[in-house]
């Protein structure tokens, strides 16, 4: 009996030394659970991968909080790599729901962390998870939990991807590696490899009060730790939350309109969560678009709420608080201008139901409803949903030739098409609005188009279109700042790689007479020196291509429609043909909203009268007059949205906007002729 007592005791003894021989130690904490110290980790490496996730965060509408986020930015800077990577653990680890480690044999064990697992009854809360990798995975984090959703996942078309009906789930979990700041895949979790990092969990409940599940991590097959010790069962408890009612949304003139609101709490976090989001709200929007009569449930705290449709218009602030039940709240807001008074019409050209942030998978991306809720929401005159590449065979089917049957007078929207993706895409994408019919001859779907634009033009031009290349700067970009200057572009994206050869033909036109191949360059979404270069080369050269401002949502930016605009002078009611034809005249002028530049005229002929062609009988001076409008403040890129140009150069965070001509820190801003 003494000879097993021993070996007994032995087995256990080995057992403890092999569980304390992953070079840990405890960080210790005033309270809750701790998480093992991890040693043996590259300091750089992880200093970048918590900087994405920190990104990613703020993108998700879950920012750090601000004393968090100093501490890390000092610890970024300590010279010593191991203190420095003890100081990062120390700062994370407190915000950690779960901890895992990964064995040199795969096996996953998991253990909870010290924050408080606290949830808001119909909303998503973000925590971390550390996760140390003896193993050097780099294949997927898996994640089962149950109880789980009570219904089937959604198949219809109302849905974000992938996501159950909110409303029949106890529980809904979702992961998210750091990867790139603005991705959402929740299917694409795989480790970096590092012995060290951090994970974002998503956690939703759709009930008030205690509330268990039981987690379960993997990274495979048959790599969950003996003991049941890769399962955590965690009580949470949620809060419940109450209505915010919006009694009253106006417009100036005191009707009842669509609006942009922006609600964050205290810590800055985005309500309702981004990641719960069904269509006719986007995940990667901090903003909510709602009208009069709707509501937002809040849990308990204090908010600022943000209130405002566009750039016309002056946003509201209010400052409330919910204290255990529902409250109204009510806006009516306010314009700084209205161009539509005088005749100009504000539209993008260049939207999109589908593909990008949207989503890919499904391809069939949001309905004409939801376009629509977005393009009220922004006081967009004029939304061109152009069908491409993603989701083509599904979005074609809103094609009509007409104004949708949604639109409502004087909000217009209407399904053309941009040729990307599939076809002469390969020349520069091309955007062809006004189409009569959407389909090349030849095949019903994207696949048997010309790879040669300018048969795509002669088509669409044959028919009436106004045509021209997306995303001008694509491809020309050019590092001279000069306007205009002799740098050559290299020709070489998916912007208006073909314009220098197609701006030099004429076309057969419906009525048989010839037009010009190219009516306008898009502009406002990419680099203006790329823009405004090409185009001032080919005026100079005699041709009087038009230019026309287009956003490209939600792929160039995300942020929302019309965030650069076209204003389009018409004589009459607004209508889609005739808006287009005023880009193809040249009565129009691009901005963002915050800058207006009305009645252009040299000599008393206004730009889009006679073709904007002004003829002099000899040299001499010329008189030129124009309304100029402006609301010039600060660009804060957070209100802009998140601006991303997937792998491309980080973005200049002013395009085209009336702040990159101030003058100094004056109110005086520089004006080119």
């Not at 402006?630 to 991303?644: K, M, P």
Request: with cysteine; hydrophobic share 35%; glycine share 8%.
């Amino acid at each position: 009996m003494k000879r097993l007592i021993h070996i007994c005791l032995v087995l256990l003894l080995i057992y403890s030394l092999s569980a304390c021989e992953d070079k840990t130690q405890p960080i210790t904490f005033s309270s809750g659970e701790t998480l093992p110290f991890v040693e043996a980790v590259d300091a750089q490496p992880l200093v970048e991968q918590v900087k994405r996730l920190t990104q990613k965060l703020n993108f998700l509408g879950s920012p750090l909080p601000q004393k968090t986020v100093t501490k890390l930015e000092a610890a970024y800077e300590i010279s010593d790599p191991a203190l420095q990577v003890r100081k990062i653990q120390e700062i994370m680890d407190p915000l950690c729901l779960v901890g895992l480690h990964i064995n040199p044999e795969s096996r996953v064990k998991v253990q909870q962390g010290m924050v408080q697992p606290k949830l808001y009854q119909l909303e998503s809360r973000r925590f971390l998870i550390k996760i140390r990798n003896e193993a050097g995975v780099t294949s997927n984090l898996n994640l089962q939990y149950s109880p789980g959703q009570q219904s089937e996942m959604r198949t219809d078309h109302d849905t974000h991807p992938k996501m159950p009906d909110p409303d029949s789930l106890l529980f809904y979990f979702e992961l998210y590696m750091s990867g790139n700041a603005w991705m959402y895949n929740p299917q694409r979790n795989s480790m970096s490899g590092l012995d060290l990092e951090y994970a974002i969990l998503n956690v939703y409940c759709g009930e008030a009060g205690k509330r268990e599940a039981t987690l379960t991590f993997d990274v495979g097959q048959g790599t969950q730790d003996l003991g049941f010790r890769s399962e955590l069962p965690v009580l949470f408890t949620s809060l419940p939350t109450y209505p915010l009612n919006l009694s009253k949304v106006r417009d100036e003139s005191g009707e009842t309109v669509q609006a942009r609101f922006v609600i964050r709490d205290s810590n800055g976090h985005i309500f309702p969560s981004q990641s719960q989001r069904q269509p006719p709200d986007f995940w990667f929007h901090a903003q909510i678009y709602r009208t009069e009569g709707q509501m937002v449930r809040l849990p308990d705290g204090k908010y600022e709420v943000i209130c405002t449709r566009g750039p016309e218009y002056l946003a509201q602030t209010r400052q409330i608080e919910i204290r255990g039940s529902e409250i109204d709240i009510s806006f009516e807001l306010k314009r700084w201008i209205d161009p539509s008074l005088a005749g100009y019409w504000s539209g993008d050209h260049h939207i999109h139901a589908a593909g990008c942030a949207h989503y890919t998978d499904p391809t069939e991306g949001v309905l004409p409803k939801h376009m629509l809720h977005h393009i009220l929401g922004e006081d967009l005159k004029v939304g061109s949903v152009l069908t491409w590449g993603p989701g083509f065979d599904y979005q074609k089917q809103f094609f009509t030739g007409e104004t949708h049957p949604l639109s409502k007078y004087p909000y217009t929207m209407r399904y053309d098409v941009e040729v990307s993706g599939f076809g002469s895409h390969q020349s520069g994408h091309l955007c062809l609005l006004r189409l009569g019919e959407q389909m090349y001859p030849g095949g019903d779907s994207k696949d048997h188009w010309p790879t040669l634009g300018l048969n795509t033009l002669r088509w669409a031009q044959k028919q009436g279109a106004v045509c021209g290349p997306a995303h001008s700067g694509f491809g020309i970009k050019v590092d001279n700042q000069d306007l205009p200057n002799y740098e050559i572009p290299p020709y070489n994206s998916i912007g208006a790689n073909e314009y220098v050869v197609d701006v030099t033909h004429m076309v057969e036109g419906p009525d048989g007479n010839e037009v010009p191949a190219v009516d306008f360059m898009s502009a406002g979404d990419t680099w203006p020196v790329a823009e405004l270069n090409m185009w001032y080369h080919t005026l100079n050269c005699g041709f009087r291509t038009r230019i026309s401002g287009e956003t490209d949502f939600p792929c160039i930016t995300g942020a929302r429609v019309g965030v650069w605009r076209s204003y389009v002078k018409l004589p009459d009611a607004l209508d889609y043909d005739a808006w287009c034809e005023g880009i193809s005249r040249g009565s129009n002028y691009v901005s963002d909203g915050k800058s207006h530049l009305m009645h252009f005229k040299v000599n008393q002929q206004e730009a889009g009268e006679a073709n904007s062609e002004l003829k002099l009988s000899k040299p001499g001076k010329v008189r030129i007059t124009v309304d100029a409008a402006a609301l010039l403040e600060d660009l804060n890129v957070d209100s802009l949205g998140t601006l991303f140009l997937g792998d491309q150069a980080p973005w200049d965070p002013k395009p085209w906007g009336i702040e990159k001509a101030r003058l100094g820190d004056s109110n005086e801003v520089k004006v080119e002729v």
